[in-house]
């Protein structure tokens, strides 16, 4: 098995988890125009929630279904109604701004009040590596493939086939005519912020077992999300998912074959080039609303 | 009226307090990396320098005098560094303690040399103790002292002949490859593959896929604990059969939870561990896991390597002379016998660099085995 | 500047106050004290130049730090090598110009998000070319001992005096962008933000502009980073990351991004609001101070002379119904007669 194949399999297994990530950062987009900076933390967090949890005792079920109450609450309600709903009408930067602030106070809230150490995290799939293709592949990643593919179908169908998901599109295109036709505006917006926090819960279950839960492991994270989202097109979930799969990619080829000094910039300026001729992402669409 | 009483008030309660303050305290200015990329490192530290000074204080103090130590964040950014060394040095510490990373010590040890007041850092790269200052002492072996010893083990144990280098790409990281390369060549050690990674960085397969392909018959890996534990991880995936060599905190127990099995194998050279079989170190790393919960790594004993190094220097003078601090450790030996709370027998000379034993060690079965205790340089 | 004193009174006596202020507070404070108002100073002027690409023009940059880091390494490295400060502010101002304009072409082509995605990839490869090209930067390990200048013999290396050294290039460079705003150029900055069709169509080549206020904006980066140097006498890589330019952005919008004295105030929450919330609030004032930007942006998501012009407008109005008020009893009478 060549190292070309062994670096794609790999690449696309960290790129599952940036486009996890970056589902929500662009569900958040579309349905209120709201550039998340602290998506990253908000994967960080869930983590935290639930060490704590364990750590009075409760098993992991439990632990993860009490995860997923206080995400809903904290980073998807309260998040829209304290943060973004009072600064929504005042454009993208400002509230862009301040959910960098948010980020800042959730990474240290959980070093000053947890700790600044790593902590393992257990793995709902077991720690083990299988064959794959000649490839060794672990077990953990092929899971967060499996659970990004399922997501983004689950969303399509959901977004496609229920009448609340064309609501919430139509919601998302424009809001005016939206509430003009008698969809309550408001819960759809309120609804995408809920997923989000359900998809933050998940990615953070999946993730953290591999990235450890850490105060500060939502840096890397959320500006992965935030390029991926940028690459596949912010107003297209389809979009995201490829652009995190392809920055995973890229990234492990270029650190192999151009510069590990370099790593960091080369699918940066690949993706730019991308982005020259598509200017509207891979898989976006035009943007249809003026912001 | 009332308030001219009020103000006498606050006037004489002032006096009172700052009479207090000079009257029973060592007043220690800590500045480390609380916030930002070496916030985990930081915070270590910090915790090992309390957990001394509390040691310290339960038992009256260095010469009757209390410790207290103020700690201030540098957000591991040079600049703010330099303007909290100010801040410190304003208020007339007896001693500064930190920071650990170089690019700031490089900053405020110019500051405290220029002030007189002695500065205990937990850097451990190699120029520090080389940029003529005359207030520096250091917690731990510079890197052009333990990285002889490695490559040495490298060279003559090993008997490896082209050894591949896998550093991260900062000043930690950089320093250390530096020496490791030319201490690994002047030994007549090939390089087979020199290989940077970034801080932080979660997948290593094209760094092993790179390693593979190096035919080296030896690996050196120098990167912080959660990197080395996702490289050992990847290396095992990929199934690399090659002794893997590190030192300190490579072989750190932090490593060995991360990995799991994946560090089974791993030996190197371990200047400061907290795994060490030497009594004081045992009852150390006891103390620290009651108080924090966790268990420390060689940052942590940095810490409180530093604050016993300031004790140590204070009782040899047998005065609180701040001036002459610097100039009391340099060149004194401080027996562990005598003085607990240093651990391990030391030396420093009078570029404030250490000398003390260090270890060989393996890991195996999820634990640090010690194989062998290098004695110091000059006995 | 008769003139503007006499329509503005009431900002002209602010301005004149700052200054006395500025001129007079560091007497009494240490050298801690006047090193932070230095770094205030620098911070100033480089969210200055993001305030005229973002603010006034409404090109969005996340690559203002890498400016500031352009402009320190070139006066690190000039300085140490026996150079005049002088001499390393043409080069950077050059440098950062040439590099400015050519970064706006993207903009001529990209708008929003994917222009922030453009400017941040510069930033990541400018970090990078710090850290990595060690034979002109020193890598990781930095270069120290950056001398302070001396002019006409008198060093500078003293903290007050260099205080007053950053204090006078602040002066400077805020005299020349208030000229800037007001000229025909800054005119159509502004128009370019407002509407850049009605803008184009009005005759302002909104390409040329375009690349003026990503190119001026930019080279006020590298100019604070020539202060920058000499004021840390140290430089690494570490502090030109991303996060600088994010925490640049930060100050624009905190103080009111298309104000002129918003970089101002936002460089005075973001360099001096954390030192200062260090003494109340230990450990934790690095999460009071996210916490104190989230509320401030709540409140005022315009930034803070946001707030200030929305209350004067508002009291303003008030006045005027007031008057409206005042004059219709006396209208009504009028009718009634």
New interface residues.
């Given amino acids: 098995m060549s190292s070309f194949a062994t670096l794609v399999i790999a690449g696309l297994a960290t790129g599952a988890i940036y486009a996890l990530i970056a589902i929500g950062f662009a569900l958040l987009w579309q349905a209120s125009q709201t550039i998340n900076f602290a998506q990253g933390e908000f994967v960080m967090l869930p983590a935290f929630f639930a060490l704590v949890a364990m750590g009075l005792g409760l098993p992991y079920w439990a632990a993860a279904l009490i995860t997923f109450v206080l995400a809903a609450v904290l980073l998807g309600a309260m998040f829209k109604r304290l943060l973004v709903d009072p600064m929504l009408k005042h454009g993208v930067i400002p509230l862009a701004m301040a959910t960098m602030a948010l980020a800042i106070f959730l990474k240290e809230s959980v070093k000053d009040l947890y700790s600044a150490e790593a902590y393992p995290f257990p793995s709902l799939v077991p720690p083990v590596n299988v064959n794959v293709l000649g490839t060794n592949v672990s077990l953990q990643h092929i899971a967060i493939i499996v659970v990004a593919l399922v997501t983004l179908v689950a969303l399509t169908w959901l977004l496609d086939h229920t009448t609340t998901g064309r609501q919430m599109q139509a919601t998302a295109q424009n809001p005016t005519v939206a509430r003009i036709l008698g969809i309550p505006v408001e819960r759809m917006i309120m609804l995408t912020f809920l997923i989000n926090a359900v998809l933050v819960v998940i990615a953070s279950l999946l993730v953290t077992p591999i990235y450890l839960a850490k105060f500060s492991s939502g840096e890397t994270l959320g500006l992965a999300a935030f390029v991926a989202a940028i690459i596949g097109g912010f107003n297209q979930l389809r979009g995201a998912i490829v652009g995190g799969f392809l920055l995973g990619v890229i990234d492990n080829l270029a650190a192999a074959y151009v510069s590990t000094q370099y790593r960091a910039a080369v699918p940066l300026f690949i993706l730019i080039a991308v982005i020259l001729f598509r200017p509207e992402g891979l898989f976006g669409r035009k943007e249809e609303r003026t912001v | 009226m009332t308030g001219k009483y009020l103000t006498a008030a606050v006037a004489s309660a002032a006096v009172l307090l700052a009479g207090g303050a000079a009257r029973a305290e060592m007043k220690i200015a800590c500045v480390a990396e609380l916030s930002g990329s070496g916030a985990t490192v930081g915070k270590n530290f910090k915790a090992g320098a309390e957990l001394a000074i509390a040691e310290i204080n339960a038992k009256g103090g260095v010469l009757g005098q209390k410790i207290a130590m103020s700690c201030a964040d540098t957000q591991t950014n040079p600049g703010v560094a330099r303007g909290l060394i100010q801040k410190a040095l304003d208020s007339k510490p007896y001693a500064v303690l930190g920071p650990v990373y170089s690019g700031s010590i490089k900053v405020t040890a110019q500051l405290t040399s220029e002030a007189g007041v002695t500065n205990v850092i937990g850097g451990e790269a190699a120029e520090l103790t080389q940029m003529g200052l005359k207030t520096l002492i250091r917690t731990s072996f510079g890197q052009h002292l333990s990285m002889p010893k490695i490559a040495a083990y490298m060279a003559n144990d090993l008997k490896a002949k082209n050894v591949a280098v896998v550093w991260v790409n900062n000043d930690f990281g950089k320093g250390g490859r530096d020496t490791i390369i030319k201490q690994l060549t002047a030994r007549g050690v090939k390089i087979a593959g020199d290989l940077s990674t970034e801080p932080a960085q979660v997948d290593f397969a094209a760094d092993v896929a790179k390693l593979k392909a190096t035919k080296a018959d030896a690996v050196f890996i120098y990167l912080h604990e959660e990197e080395s534990a996702r490289i050992l991880k990847e290396i095992q995936k990929a199934g690399l059969k090659l002794p893997l060599i590190g030192e300190t905190t490579l072989l750190n127990q932090k490593v060995i939870e991360l990995a799991g099995s994946a560090a089974n194998g791993v030996r190197g050279h371990v200047g400061l561990s907290a795994d060490a079989p030497i009594d004081p170190i045992r009852k150390f790393r006891k103390d620290f896991m009651a108080k924090y919960n966790y268990i420390p790594d060689h940052n942590a004993m940095k810490g409180y390597l530093g604050i016993y190094t300031i004790k140590a220097g204070t009782e040899k003078m047998g005065k609180l002379d701040s001036k002459g601090l610097a100039g009391a450790l340099k060149g004194l030996s401080i027996s562990a016998a005598k003085q607990p709370g240093m651990l391990m027998d030391v030396a420093i000379d009078q570029n404030g660099d250490l000398d003390r034993i260090s270890f060989l060690a393996e890991v195996s079965n999820g634990k640090t085995a010690i194989t062998k205790t290098l004695p110091p340089l000059k006995k | 500047m008769m003139r503007v004193i006499r329509q503005r009174p009431v900002a002209t006596a602010i301005a004149l106050l700052s200054l006395a202020v500025l001129l007079v507070l560091p007497i009494t404070l240490?050298?801690?004290g006047n090193?932070?108002l230095a770094?205030w100073a620098t911070m100033t002027i480089a969210a200055m130049g993001l305030n005229l690409t973002?603010g006034y023009a409404g090109q969005?940059s996340l690559a203002q730090g890498a400016f500031v880091g352009i402009g320190a390494y070139i006066s690190a490295i000039m300085t140490t090598n026996g150079w005049p400060l002088g001499a390393a502010l043409v080069v950077a101002i050059v440098v950062c110009f040439a590099i400015g304009w050519l970064l706006g072409y993207?903009a001529l082509?990209?708008q929003?998000?994917?222009l922030a995605?453009?400017t941040?990839?510069f930033s990541?490869?400018a970090y990078?070319v710090f850290?990595?090209e060690e034979w002109l930067t020193k890598?990781?390990?930095?270069i120290?001992?950056i001398p302070r200048p001396t002019i006409l013999g008198y060093s500078l290396k003293h903290?007050l005096d260099f205080y007053y050294f950053a204090l006078m290039w602040l002066v400077v460079i805020s005299l020349l962008m208030w000229w800037l705003v007001r000229s025909p150029w800054g005119r159509a900055f502004t128009a370019l933000r407002e509407n850049p069709l009605r803008a184009q169509s009005l005759g302002v080549d909104t390409r040329l502009y375009t690349l003026m206020a990503f190119a001026i904006g930019s080279t006020m980066g590298g100019v604070a980073g020539v202060l920058?140097a000499p004021?840390?006498?140290?430089?690494?890589p570490?502090?030109f990351a991303?996060a600088l330019s994010?925490n640049l952005?930060?100050m624009v919008?905190?103080g009111g991004?298309g104000y002129f004295l918003g970089p101002f105030l936002g460089a005075l929450i973001a360099v001096l609001l954390p030192?200062w919330l260090?003494d109340y609030t230990s450990?934790?004032?690095?999460?009071a101070?996210?916490?104190l930007?989230?509320i401030l942006?709540?409140?005022s998501?315009?930034?803070i002379l946001g707030l200030v012009d929305r209350l004067a407008t508002s009291r303003r109005a008030r006045r005027a119904s007031e008057a409206r008020a005042a004059e219709t009893p006396r209208i009504k009478a009028k009718e009634g007669a």
């Fill in positions: 240490g050298r801690f090193y932070m770094m973002l969005i993207p082509r990209v929003h998000h994917y995605f453009v941040l990839s990541t490869l990078l850290r990595n890598g990781t390990y930095g120290y001992s903290h920058y004021l840390v006498e140290f430089i690494d570490n502090p991303l994010f952005l930060l919008i905190v991004s030192e260090r450990d934790f004032y690095l999460v101070y996210a916490l930007v989230m942006l709540i409140f998501p315009t930034g």
